[in-house]
């Protein structure tokens, strides 16, 4: 009896033993397995946070190209990175995006990840929706016009939906417009209404992209007598009118974006070549003064955006007596996005997919 007590106790402690091995083993391949998961998700969590990085180093240098032969490479978090991208369309002009495929490597320890993504690359203007062909996002102005000025809100092209001719912020405001329409009651032309109210117009963006684009080199201060490029289709540019500006010289059309502020004022001399006739295509703003006259037909063809900064206190006289013509175009909006594109250089990446 006691040996065979014994016996079993021994086999007991035999069979225990080796299950406590086991469980061992067992702990030990799991510890192992959990450090490669582990590892595993650092690697790949690394690739992505690489795509990250590289896609801000190339918003801020358009030069900055790494290949396939000539990747990017880094150390981020204990992690061996490489970065490359290649081009697989470039769009229509340079205001359409782009398509790349980005590539992305992260070695951690003995676990290696790639991720393949691909993305459009869209340059950003911060350009504000045109919704009026005249916004006036202030309530300090007073408002006439006469002779054969008109503004109007039906889209030339058929391409865009109509606008209101001129947006305002409350019902006094547009009060205004409506007394200063009593001489030209014909003026204000647009199927989407002769003046509607916007509660939500806002200047304060816009004042923000002036202050950004204000210094950038290739802006043109326009003052005296000027008789330079006002921009073209294919290179539209960023005008600044702070003084007084006289365009002469034969100058008949422009392209891209037009500030004149306060101490500004810009006239176009009629009696030209042309036959009188000047023509700005795209964003027109007049910031804390309205300062325009044509002695022969301006037209401005986009949006005209009227609004005064925050510690403005300017009550601005928008006078639109004379033979300026206002035509909302939606088609103007690119050029005012593709100015404001090339000075900032900044870019909106949109993925479309991506691979493990």
């Known amino acids: 009896m006691g040996r065979s007590m014994l016996l079993l106790a021994t086999g007991a402690t035999m069979i225990f033993g080796m299950v ?19 590892s595993n998700d650092h690697s790949k969590n690394v690739a992505y946070a690489t795509i990250q990085l590289a896609m801000e180093k190339i918003n801020q240098d ?10 990017w490479t880094e150390t981020i978090q204990g992690a061996d990175v490489s970065f490359y991208y290649e081009v697989l369309g470039t769009g229509a002009t340079a205001n359409e995006p782009d398509t790349i495929r980005v590539y992305s490597n992260a070695t951690y320890l003995d676990q290696e990840s790639t991720i393949v993504s691909t993305f459009t690359k869209e340059p950003l203007s911060f350009i504000p929706e045109f919704k009026a062909a005249l916004s006036i996002a202030t309530n300090q102005f007073g408002f006439s016009i006469g002779g054969s000025s008109t503004v109007s809100g039906s889209d030339p092209s058929g391409a865009c939906s109509d606008k209101p001719a001129v947006t305002v912020l409350d019902p006094i405001s547009k009060a205004k417009i409506e007394v200063g329409l009593f001489l030209s009651p014909g003026s204000l032309l647009s199927p989407k209404g002769k003046v509607e109210i916007d509660s939500e117009l806002t200047y304060s963006p816009v004042d923000e992209l002036i202050a950004r684009l204000e210094n950038k080199a290739g802006v043109q201060k326009i003052s005296g007598n000027y008789k330079g490029s006002m921009g073209s289709k294919d290179n539209p540019g960023v005008f600044f009118v702070d003084n007084y500006a006289k365009l002469s010289g034969g100058i008949s059309t422009g392209y891209g974006i037009m500030v004149i502020r306060s101490g500004g004022e810009l006239e176009y001399e009629g009696a030209l070549s042309v036959a009188g006739n000047f023509e700005f295509n795209g964003l027109i703003i007049f910031e804390n003064a309205f300062d325009f006259t044509g002695r022969g037909t301006p037209d401005l063809k986009g949006s005209v955006l009227v609004g005064t900064t925050e510690n403005s206190s300017a009550f601005l006289d928008i006078d639109l007596s004379g033979n300026l013509n206002i035509q909302y175009d939606c088609n103007a909006q690119s050029y005012a996005e593709a100015a404001s594109a090339s000075l900032l250089k900044q870019n909106r990446f949109s993925m479309l997919n991506t691979f493990e």
């Open 20 to 38: 406590k091995l086991s469980l061992n083993e067992q702990g030990i391949l799991l510890v192992q397995k959990t450090a490669e998961y582990a």
């Open 62 to 71: 358009e030069d900055w190209t790494p290949s396939q032969g000539s990747p």
